[in-house]
C-alpha cells in the first residue's frame, strides 16, 4: 500500500521560511507529477504547485517568487521552499503525487496533510 509522507510543517512568523518534504512509502515504479495543494481555515483546496517528471514547473499566483517546488528523483522526493511567508499562507498542506505502483495506469494519491501556521 503506497502512502505519501509529509514533513515540514509548523508555526513560523511572518517574513520566515518553512520547507516541506514528501515521499512515497511503499512500492512504486515511477511517479509522473507531484505538487502540493492547501486547504486554508473554511476554504477549498487549492493548487499551491505543481512539478511535472521532467521538472516543468506551475505555481499560484499568489506563492509565486515565494514558493520553490523541486523533486529529487532519486529518492523520489518532492519539496516546497516557501519563503516571506505570510499569515494568508496559513493552511493544511497536502501532497498530491500521480504515480504508478503496480497497475498498468497511474494512481492519483494524497498525503496526510500537514499544517503550516504563520503568525502575524
Known amino acids: 500500500q503506497v502512502q505519501l509522507v509529509e514533513s515540514g510543517g509548523g508555526l513560523v512568523q511572518a517574513g520566515g521560511s518553512l520547507r516541506l518534504s514528501c515521499a512515497p512509502s511503499g512500492s512504486i515504479f515511477s511517479i509522473n507529477a507531484m505538487g502540493w495543494y492547501r486547504q486554508p481555515p473554511g476554504k477549498q483546496r487549492e493548487l499551491v504547485a505543481r512539478i511535472t517528471s521532467g521538472g516543468n514547473t506551475n505555481y499560484a499566483d499568489s506563492v509565486k517568487g515565494r514558493f520553490t517546488i523541486s523533486r529529487d528523483n532519486a529518492k523520489n522526493t518532492v519539496y516546497l521552499q516557501m519563503n516571506s511567508l505570510k499569515p494568508e499562507d496559513t493552511a493544511v498542506y497536502y501532497c498530491?503525487?500521480?504515480?504508478?505502483?503496480?497497475?498498468?495506469?497511474?494512481?492519483?494519491?494524497w498525503g496526510q496533510g500537514t499544517q503550516v501556521t504563520v503568525s502575524s
Open positions: 498530491n503525487a500521480d504515480l504508478y505502483s503496480g497497475s498498468a495506469y497511474p494512481d492519483d494519491y
